[in-house]
T-cell receptor, first 113, second 114 residues
Framework: SAVISQKPSRDICQRGTSLTIQCQVD?????MFWYRQQPGQSLTLIAT?????????ESGFVIDKFPISRPNLTFSTLTVSNMSPEDSSIYLC??????????FGPGTRLTVL | AQTVTQSQPEMSVQEAETVTLSCTYD???????LFWYKQPPSRQMILVIR??????QNATENRFSVNFQKAAKSFSLKISDSQLGDTAMYFC???????????FGTGTRLQVFP
């Protein structure tokens, strides 16, 4: 399985600011996914990021709020824009050559004050 | 729409004992995959076990095994000889090629006591 790192591991941010989360993999992968895990809740898919194409967003998530980049096969970023306390969550990236086999990063714990 | 239900928000077990976590799902598809993921306090989601729906044999990984009942749409996880390191949130997840994404249940928090 791939080794996946995320930066930052945690952050505390002020309302109205933006945070960019990085996801780095130690090998080339076709698909990268971004999930949100609100406190005490399950994982919800935000979007799928494939290299060379626009990210595909799930219902309830929009590009203006969660812009995603996928410049190559080992790296992706998720930006949480114009943050509010409701954005306080753990953000996880996962990777895989197919969506049916995903390996997860350690997550980024975001607190918005 | 596919749904995944975990009816046990919390479970506890004594070290070395066996515990079973429940998961049911709803789908009209015939070909799909089911998973159990573990999320310890470190937050890292770890794939515990995977089951292909077309396989009748239950998947096993060391101390972890599943009881897959396709007709009943049930997919329970049995942990034998529980260890303190098994303390974690456990998520059941479903995948099929039509939706092409993982759908997670709400999780079961397992506490292993010495």
């Amino acid at each position: 399985s791939a080794v996946i790192s995320q930066k930052p591991s945690r952050d505390i941010c002020q309302r109205g600011t933006s945070l960019t989360i990085q996801c780095q993999v130690d090998s080339q992968v076709t698909m990268m996914f971004w999930y949100r895990q609100q406190p005490g809740q399950s994982l919800t898919l935000i979007a799928t990021a494939n290299q060379g194409s626009e990210a595909t967003y799930e219902s309830g998530f929009v590009i203006d709020k969660f812009p995603i980049s996928r410049p190559n096969l080992t790296f992706s970023t998720l930006t949480v824009s114009n943050m509010s306390p409701e954005d306080s969550s753990i953000y996880l990236c996962s990777v895989g050559d197919r969506a049916d086999t995903q390996y997860f990063g350690p997550g980024t714990r975001l607190t918005v004050l | 729409a596919q749904t995944v239900t975990q009816s046990q928000p919390e479970m506890s077990v004594q070290e070395a004992e066996t515990v079973t976590l429940s998961c049911t799902y709803d789908t009209s598809e015939n070909n799909y995959y089911l998973f159990w993921y573990k999320q310890p306090p470190s937050r890292q989601m770890i794939l515990v076990i995977r089951q292909e729906a077309y396989k009748q044999q239950n998947a096993t990984e060391n101390r972890f095994s599943v009881n897959f009942q396709k007709a009943a749409k049930s997919f329970s996880l049995k942990i034998s000889d529980s260890q303190l390191g098994d303390t974690a949130m456990y998520f059941c997840a479903f995948y099929n090629y039509n939706t092409d994404k993982l759908i997670f249940g709400t999780g079961t928090r397992l506490q292993v006591f010495p």
